[in-house]
Every structure is written in structure tokens, then in C-alpha cells.
């Protein structure tokens, strides 16, 4: 897949983020007003195909940029999961300078697998950290 991972919310479309929250069981309700307050005062990644011309991932950081962030909203397009693409996604966020050496926390029903090759231990059913400090 020829994609791009794109980083900053003014490079994304508000439609198709929201397409894209409503495959989830987390933020399938969100309204737009919601999800775009909360991409202003949050770091915002996204997957966007290149041959497709469409976004198909994303992901947010609450952070201090001091001790500790927390992964968000991590979500890749239904028709699209199973590539790598999470992966991907994640990867480009644990390895931007500013969230090293932090504490990262974030909370998931599912998906631990793919976390824990980043680091993350389970606390509890949902709650996973990094780099406990």
C-alpha cells in the first residue's frame, strides 16, 4: 500500500475523520463539534493512501510534552485493518522526539497485541502504560 502518514489536523478533513470515528464502539456518537474541540487541543495523526486519495487511519495525543501522553482514538478503516496499517500508524507516534522518554497511557477493549510490541503493559482489562515513571 502506498501510503503517507500525515501529522497535524489541518492536513485531515473533519468528514472524513468522522467517517472514520463512527466505526468505532468509543466515538461512534462523538458529534463534530466534539471531535473538532478535541483535535485542537490535541496532537492529531492520520494514514492517508495515496492512490486512493483518501484518509484511512487516525490517531490522537493528549500530552504535556513534560511526562506523560495519552494515545487516543487510534482507529484504521474497517475495509483496511489488516495491512500494517496500525502498525504503521503507531509506530511513526512512539518514535516522534517529543514523546521519549515519557509515560504513555491508553485505554482499549481490544488491540492489546498490537501495543504491547510497542512496550505497553497491561494494567487491567483496558488500561495499558509505557515507560512507567
Known sequence: MN???INGADKMKIEEIMNLLKQTYWAERRSQETVEKSMRNSQCYGIYLKDQNMLVGF???ITDFATTYYL???VIDCK???NGLGTALISYIEN???YQGLRG???TRDAH???KKFGYETLNDRVMV???L
Request: with cysteine.
Open 3 to 5: 501510503y503517507e502518514i
Open 59 to 61: 490517531a490522537r495525543v
Open 72 to 74: 487516543c482514538d487510534v
Open 80 to 82: 483496511y485493518q489488516n
Open 96 to 98: 516522534l522526539p517529543e
Open 105 to 107: 497511557i491508553l485505554i
Open 113 to 115: 497485541a498490537l501495543y
Open 130 to 132: 509505557k515507560g512507567r
